[in-house]
């Protein structure tokens, strides 16, 4: 089995960045440290990187990160499964010979999860001899579709800037549902609240792990609903949030010609937008021509909607919002938010 070196996992993950530090100094590690007294009479301080120097009683200063036991490779149920290229150079889990690598590899603590609440970690181990450089808010998740991948989370991104040594680890804890995920250090919880059955990758750049989801079908529902009035072909939907909205906003949601070339929506997509999960169901159910759904907060709607042009094997970028046509469960529409 080749061996590759991944020496900087910059984190290219994010569907939308999120400008703004998490906190001062977290655009990149700084020389500053925040020292503390200890009852042995050393000095100690962590910097922005995550690192803790420290000077002795002696004199001598250590401000290198104790190594951790090795993370090996184990064998995994996907194995002789194609690794899916997210970038050029990728790092597949299931494809590596077992043992440790000189390399930065993501290892998965449990391959199988089962909705529609459950955890694992997500652990990444830099078994190479130079610091990896990586984001750990930039993982993505996307799931294997007939035809490719498809884009499922994170679509906003903070942007700190952190390292991982040469024999140390970064883990994520890793959520579907209500699962209870801490976060141990900055980043470390990753959450997706609906998957539903099927194969996923978790990815930080080059190194990726797959995982699958077992149990009931993920349905796609209109939950929260105050009411609803149809003229003629047109179906309005009001939901609650819209009830108590000083200026609500509405989603219009209109069949589109069946000859146009859509992206295809997946409902783990889908569900993320509160006004998608409340207005869809009514497309894809009924034979109205438009729905309207009036609420309160649309503007992540065609941020989510521009995942169903996103497979993360290729480079494919969304067209412009007006030529952008969907395919939901055989229901071909386009999408506006209306001023």
């Keep these: 089995m080749r061996r590759r070196r991944l020496i900087a996992l910059l984190g290219a993950g994010a569907l939308a960045g999120c400008v703004g530090q998490l906190r001062e100094g977290a655009d990149g590690p700084t020389d500053s440290t925040t020292p503390g007294g200890t009852d042995d009479g050393t000095t100690t301080g962590t910097t922005t990187d995550g690192t803790t120097t420290g000077t ?18 184990e064998q995994s149920r996907f ?28 290892v998965p603590g449990d391959e199988v999860l089962a909705r529609p609440s459950d955890s694992t970690t997500f652990t990444l181990y830099n078994g190479g ?69 099927g194969v996923y990758a978790f990815a930080h750049a080059g190194a990726l792990a797959l995982f699958e989801v077992t149990g009931d079908t993920l349905a796609l529902d209109a939950p929260d609903v105050a009411a609803t009035e149809r ?18 906003e509405t989603l219009v949601l209109e069949r589109a010609s069946p000859d146009s070339t859509p992206a295809t929506l997946v409902t783990e997509q889908a569900i993320q937008s509160y006004a998608l999960r409340n207005g869809l169901p009514y497309l894809t159910e009924t034979d109205v021509s438009t729905v309207r759904v009036e609420t309160d907060g649309v503007g992540m709607v065609q941020t989510i909607l521009a995942a169903a042009y996103r497979d993360p094997t290729t480079e494919n970028e969304a067209p412009p919002k007006a030529e952008r046509v969907y ?11 209306e001023d």
């Design 231 to 248: 003229d003629g072909d047109v179906l309005t939907v009001r939901t609650a949030k819209a009830e108590g909205a000083d200026s609500p």
């Design 129 to 197: 001899d130079e610091s990896v450089g990586m984001n750990p808010f930039a993982w993505t998740v996307a799931k294997r579709v007939d035809d490719g991948w498809a884009y499922v989370a994170p679509h906003v991104v903070p942007q700190p800037y952190t390292h991982v040594e040469p024999g140390t680890r970064f883990t994520w804890q890793f959520g579907i549902g209500d699962a209870d995920v801490e976060e141990d250090a900055m980043g470390s919880r990753a959450r997706v609240e609906h998957l539903g059955p």
């Design 327 to 337: 395919d939901y469960a055989g229901t071909v529409f386009r999408a506006t938010v």
């Design 79 to 106: 194995e002789g499964e194609p690794c899916p290229a997210f970038v050029d150079d990728t790092t597949c889990y299931h494809a590596l010979d077992t043992g440790v690598h000189e390399t930065a590899y993501v």
């Design 56 to 73: 002795t009683t002696d004199g001598t200063t250590t401000d290198e990160p104790p190594a951790d036991d090795p993370v090996p490779v």
